[in-house]
């Protein structure tokens, strides 16, 4: 395991999950996509990245007391310039243990779930759906145990029930085939090699589309 992974987790023992942005600096360090993204407490450098990225941006609150965060308004997607910035900034910072705001681009395509639970007899179990807001509405999801071959994760695919919607539907483009099961493989793999510490994994949305598959919002829960 990266000594950088090993020291992520030991600095969250005692907040019992992963902050997003810390999380996605775990999926970065193995090879995942993750959006271009600034974790700041200073207004002015949140200001100063989302004007060198390029309006429209997302913003997100970091607090250890919020794990979820869309339950408490806590993001905002589709800023489009510094006073409508500056106005989430201090909104954000009113929260109980602000650590922070995440500024991070824009990413559009496809929003699925891909997400890892160890179970106490048959190890890390890793998750397919078609993912976002919707996810416990539609409820479209395959599952498997780790470790993911080739075979597992195509089986995964097809057996969703919107699988079209990955392979091209109605004039739009299907979704990265390669990257999305590279993105499979390595969270099977790395929620084996975690599996003694870590209790899930959820990716969601991974938003894919026919070029990219990135990971805009990620949560790693540790064992007690």
Known sequence: MKKEVTQLLVASKETGWVLEPEAKQIFSSVG???????????LEEALRFAEGLGYPVVAKVVSP?????????GVVVGIRG????????????????????????????????????????????ILLGIGGTGVEIYRDVSLRMAPLTGKDIDSMIRSLKAHQLLEGYR???????????????VVSGLALELEESVES??????ICSSTRCVIADARIILKG
């Open 82 to 125: 510094e006073r409508e910035l500056t106005e989430t900034f201090e909104r954000f910072r009113q929260v109980e243990r602000f650590a922070g705001i995440l500024v991070e681009e824009r990413v559009s395509g496809l929003e699925l779930i891909i997400g890892s639970k160890t179970d106490c007899q048959f190890g890390p179990v």
């Open 32 to 42: 995942l996509e993750v959006p271009r993204f600034i974790w700041t407490t200073r």
């Open 171 to 185: 004039g739009v483009r299907p979704v990265n085939r390669t990257k999305l099961v590279e993105l499979l493989a």
């Open 201 to 206: 994994m959820d990716l969601n949305p991974v």
């Open 65 to 73: 007391q919020i794990l979820h965060k869309s339950d408490r308004n």
